[in-house]
């Protein structure tokens, strides 16, 4: 988040110097606001693995989803890109993306062969509970 922060806030830093006005302070502040808003929701990703499934969400609870454990299929560990970045979004490699940084992750295939892959700082860990809970309910 300090990547958005400082660029910004020398763009901020810069704007008031060379022209200060309120309008320019209330958009300023505006503008940390959001960012601030948006660096709390997504940079924490929290994943539970129960006999029931899978759930994941970001921040304080919102955006998140649910897999129940009759709908895994498989899941491995995997890695994504760069290029693939972070946040939720579709890819073409990993299905729907749940990544708040790092490449490491764990993709589960869905009965129905769709796929949801969450990014995660103990992808052996995660895999092993899905797998543990998948192969308890078969």
């Known amino acids: 988040m300090w990547?958005?922060?400082?660029?910004?806030g020398a763009i901020l830093a810069a704007a008031w110097f060379t022209?200060?006005?309120?309008?320019?302070?209330?958009s300023a502040l505006v503008a940390?606001?959001?960012?601030?808003i948006a660096g709390v929701i997504f940079t924490r990703l929290t994943i539970r693995v129960d006999a029931n499934?899978?759930?994941?969400?970001l921040g304080w609870g919102?955006?998140?989803?649910?897999?129940?454990?009759?709908e895994i299929e498989r899941a491995e560990i995997t890695r994504t890109s760069l290029f693939e970045g972070w946040g939720i979004h579709w890819t073409i490699w990993h299905g729907w993306l749940w990544n708040?940084?790092?490449?490491?992750?764990?993709e589960i295939t869905k009965t129905?062969?769709?796929?949801i892959t969450l990014g995660t700082d103990d992808p052996q860990g995660l895999f092993q509970a899905i797998?543990?809970?998948?192969?308890?309910?078969?």
């Open 100 to 106: 708040v940084g790092g490449f490491q992750a764990v």
């Open 32 to 36: 940390i606001a959001v960012i601030g």
């Open 62 to 70: 919102w955006p998140g989803g649910a897999l129940a454990t009759s």
């Open 112 to 115: 129905d062969g769709s796929r």
């Open 19 to 26: 022209d200060p006005s309120i309008e320019l302070l209330v």
């Open 131 to 138: 797998e543990r809970f998948r192969k308890g309910a078969a």
């Open 53 to 57: 499934g899978v759930t994941w969400h």
């Open 3 to 8: 990547w958005i922060f400082l660029p910004v």
